[in-house]
C-alpha cells in the first residue's frame, strides 16, 4: 500500500515513525514550509521534517497545499492509495480528498463528535474533562466531521498539562495508526458515522483565554493553568509588593489543589474570608496559597515578565512577596 503522510507539528511524530516502521510503502511526506520560531525568530524545520530527512524520505513543503501544481504535479505522480493527516495545519480541498482510493485518514485528539477543532487536548483540560481520546476519521469537507474509524479513550490526569497530554495522545495515534493500516490493507476500513447532535468545538486559543480570573473556582484555574500550557500561559499580575516599585505580569506554569492526593501541608491562614486573588499563605518548599473563588489555590511554578521560570517560593522571597498581597 502506498501511503503519503502529511504533518507538521510534534503530536504527528509517533504516528510517522509507526508508518515508517511498518510494512506500508512511505512514498511521500508533506509539511509546511520551515517557519520563525523563538524569541529569535529563528527560521526551523517542522519536527516531522527533522523524522522526513533524518530517514531520507521523500519529502515536500508546498505553500499552500489546494494549489493546482502541487495536486497535479507532486501528490497525483505519487500515486497514493492512503493519505494519513495528523496536526497538519492546513485544510485540505476536495480535489485531494477524493484522490487516494481508500481516502485520507485523519488522526484528531479528541473522542469525536466532541471538540472538533484546533485546540480539542487544551479545551478538554480546561473544560474540566476526566477522560479525552484519539479518533482516526475518514475526513470530508467538514471540520472534523467525517466517519469514525477508529477511537480510543484514555484518562486525563489531575495533573496533566496540555504538552503531556499531547504525548500521550500522540503515542495512542501512534497505536492507532498500525491498526487503521492493517484494516485498509485487509480491505475497506470500517466507518461510523458522528452523531452532530452531540458535536462540541474547541477553537484555536488566543491570548486572552490564559488570563486568570481568581474569582472562578480553584479547580477551573487550576484546570486553566493546565490547559493552556505551553501556550499562551496562564497570567495575571501581582499589584505592588514590597520589593518593587510597580505592578509585577507574571505566568502562572504549575499549580496544585489543596484537596489533591498529594502531601500538601495545611495553611496556616484561612482562605475562605480573603477576597479572590489574595495571597493567604507562604509555604515554604511547596509555594504560595491564593484565595479563589472557593477556596485557596497553591502554586508551585511562575515565571515573571522578561525573567526565568522559578518556584513560587523563590519568586516571594526575591520580590519580598507577603501575605495580602494580591493578584489581580
Known amino acids: 500500500m502506498r501511503v503519503v503522510f502529511m504533518g507538521t507539528d510534534k503530536f504527528a511524530v509517533p504516528a510517522l515513525q509507526a508508518v515508517i516502521s511498518g510494512e506500508a510503502e512511505l512514498v511521500g511526506v508533506i509539511t509546511q514550509p520551515d517557519r520563525p520560531r523563538g524569541r529569535g525568530l529563528k527560521t526551523v524545520p517542522s519536527p516531522v521534517k527533522d523524522v522526513a530527512l533524518e530517514h531520507r524520505l521523500p519529502l515536500h513543503q508546498p505553500g499552500r497545499v489546494r494549489e493546482r501544481e502541487f495536486i497535479e504535479e507532486i ?21 485531494i480528498l477524493d484522490l487516494p482510493p481508500h481516502g485520507c485518514i485523519n488522526l484528531h485528539p479528541s473522542l469525536l463528535p466532541r471538540f472538533r477543532g484546533a485546540a480539542p487536548i487544551q479545551r478538554a483540560i480546561m473544560s474540566g474533562e476526566r477522560e479525552t481520546g484519539v479518533t482516526v476519521m475518514l475526513m470530508d469537507e467538514g471540520e472534523d466531521t467525517g466517519d469514525i474509524v477508529l477511537q480510543e479513550k484514555t484518562e486525563i490526569g489531575i495533573s496533566d498539562s496540555a504538552e503531556l497530554l499531547s504525548q500521550k495522545l500522540a503515542d495512542l495515534a501512534a497505536r492507532l495508526i498500525r491498526e487503521t493500516l492493517q ?132 519568586f516571594a522571597n526575591g520580590y519580598r512577596v507577603k501575605v495580602g498581597n494580591v493578584f489581580s
Open 75 to 95: 501528490l497525483r505522480g505519487l500515486k497514493p492509495d492512503l493519505i494519513i493527516v495528523a496536526a497538519f495545519g492546513q485544510i485540505l480541498p476536495r480535489a
Open 183 to 314: 484494516l485498509a490493507q485487509d480491505g475497506a476500513l470500517p466507518r461510523q458515522p458522528q452523531d452532530h447532535s452531540k458535536a462540541s468545538y474547541a477553537p484555536k486559543l488566543q491570548k486572552e483565554d490564559g488570563l486568570i480570573d481568581w474569582k472562578k473556582s480553584a479547580l477551573e484555574i487550576h484546570n486553566l493553568i493546565r490547559g493552556t500550557i505551553p501556550w499562551p500561559g496562564a497570567h495575571t499580575t501581582l499589584g505592588q509588593a514590597v520589593g518593587t516599585r510597580h505592578d509585577v505580569s507574571l505566568r502562572i506554569w504549575e499549580s496544585q489543589l489543596l484537596d489533591s492526593p498529594f502531601r500538601i501541608p495545611h495553611t496556616r491562614r484561612p482562605e475562605s474570608s480573603a477576597s479572590p486573588g489574595t495571597i493567604t499563605d507562604i509555604i515554604p518548599d511547596a509555594g504560595i496559597v491564593v484565595a479563589t473563588g472557593d477556596k485557596g489555590l497553591l502554586i508551585n511554578s511562575v515565571q515573571p515578565a522578561s525573567k526565568s521560570r522559578m518556584s513560587a517560593r523563590d
